[in-house]
């Protein structure tokens, strides 16, 4: 079953490569979606795929790379817009 999540990611997750990490990482588990910076310093994303994958994703946002800290990572329900890659946006 397809699940598709928006991902709230704080803490030290910018300047740390938190994004490439995050785009390598969900390319290797075949989601698609996307990734950006956030004007107030956090991280957001878009996670789409089946489940389980989707659900081992978010667990790996609060690890991250080896330099991020990562305060929280709060996950919502979204609906599909259609995402069949997974991409980096620009800032917001």
Known sequence: MTKILHAAITGRVQGV????????????LGLAGW????????VEAVFKGEEDK????LDECWRG???AVVASVVATV??????????VKPTN
């Open 17 to 28: 490569g938190y994004r490439a990490w995050v785009v390598d990482r969900a390319e290797a």
């Open 35 to 42: 990734v950006r910076n956030c004007r107030d310093g956090s």
């Open 54 to 57: 989707v659900v081992r994703m």
């Open 65 to 67: 790379p080896r330099s």
């Open 78 to 87: 979204v609906a599909d817009e259609g995402w069949h890659d997974f991409s």
